[in-house]
C-alpha cells in the first residue's frame, strides 16, 4: 500500500539568511520571513508519479527562493487534506493530479468542490483573482481533459497560469498491470516540474 508523507508547511529561507543560521548556529527564521509569499501547493496521487511531481515542484520553488536570495513560505498538501483556508491565505498556487478516467481525479476534484465558491464574496468577485499558477497532470495516454478541467476551475477563479499546462504521460502500456503499479517520475519530468515549481515561485517573488 502506498503512503503518503504528512503535509509539509515550511518557510524556505533566502540564501542570505541561511548564511546568517550557519554563522549563528541558530535555526530561528529570519524576521522578514513573516512578510515572505506564501505558496500552496496540492496535489494528488494514486501511483506515486503524481505525488513525486508535486516534490519536484516544491524543490524547483525553494531553488528560485535560495537563488533570489528572498523568503519564501511554502506549503505542500496532499488534497484531501487542503482547506479553503490554504487557498485564501495563499499568493500562488501549484496544483499536481492525475488523470482517471477521462477526468481530473476525484480526490483533486473533491478539494476545488470543496473550496470553489468559497473563495468568492458576496458579490460573486473572486476574493484571488490574478494570484498566479501552475498545473501539471499524470497521465498514461491522454490527461488533457484532466487539464482542461483544472484550468477552467482555475480560470473561474481568475487566476493566471505561468506557463501552459504540464502533461507527463508515462508511456507504460495502459493495462491494468501497468496501470496499478506504483510510477517512478522520469529525470526530464522532474525537471519540467521543477521549473514550473521555480516559475510560480519567482512570478511570486518579483
Ligand atoms: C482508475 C484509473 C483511470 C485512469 N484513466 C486514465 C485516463 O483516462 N487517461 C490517462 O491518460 N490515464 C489514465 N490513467 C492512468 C494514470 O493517469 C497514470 O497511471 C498516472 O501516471 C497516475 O498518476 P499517479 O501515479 O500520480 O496516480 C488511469 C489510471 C487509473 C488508476
Redesign the pocket.
Same mark, same amino acid.
Given at each position: 500500500m502506498l503512503r503518503f508523507p504528512t503535509p509539509t508547511s515550511i518557510v524556505v529561507p533566502a540564501r542570505s539568511a541561511l548564511k546568517r543560521i550557519r554563522s549563528d548556529h541558530t535555526l530561528r527564521p529570519s524576521s522578514s520571513s513573516r512578510q515572505a509569499p506564501r505558496l500552496l501547493i496540492v496535489?494528488?496521487?494514486?501511483?506515486? @508519479?503524481?505525488? %513525486?511531481?508535486s516534490e519536484a515542484m516544491e524543490n524547483g520553488a525553494r531553488l528560485a527562493s535560495e537563488e533570489m536570495e528572498s523568503d519564501l513560505n511554502l506549503t505542500r498538501l496532499r488534497a484531501a487534506d487542503a482547506s479553503i483556508d490554504d487557498v485564501l491565505q495563499s499568493d500562488g498556487y501549484l496544483f499536481?493530479? &492525475?488523470?482517471? @478516467?477521462?477526468?481530473a481525479?476525484g480526490e483533486m476534484l473533491e478539494f476545488f468542490h470543496r473550496t470553489y465558491y468559497h473563495a468568492f464574496d458576496d458579490n460573486e468577485t473572486s476574493l484571488i483573482t490574478a494570484r498566479p499558477y501552475g498545473l501539471a497532470?499524470?497521465?498514461?495516454?491522454?490527461?488533457t481533459?484532466?487539464a482542461r478541467q483544472i484550468e477552467r476551475i482555475c480560470k473561474g477563479w481568475g487566476l493566471r497560469p505561468v506557463e501552459d499546462t504540464f502533461i /507527463?504521460? /508515462?508511456g @507504460?502500456p %495502459?493495462d491494468k498491470t501497468?496501470? @496499478?503499479q &506504483?510510477?517512478l517520475c522520469q529525470p526530464d519530468a522532474r525537471k519540467r516540474c521543477e521549473q514550473l515549481g521555480g516559475l510560480v515561485a519567482a512570478t511570486l517573488l518579483l
Open positions: 496535489y494528488h496521487s494514486r501511483t506515486g @508519479l503524481a505525488k %513525486q511531481m499536481c493530479a &492525475p488523470e482517471n @478516467l477521462a477526468s481525479s497532470i499524470a497521465a498514461g495516454s491522454d490527461g481533459n484532466a /507527463n504521460r /508515462n @507504460l %495502459q501497468s496501470i @496499478l &506504483p510510477k
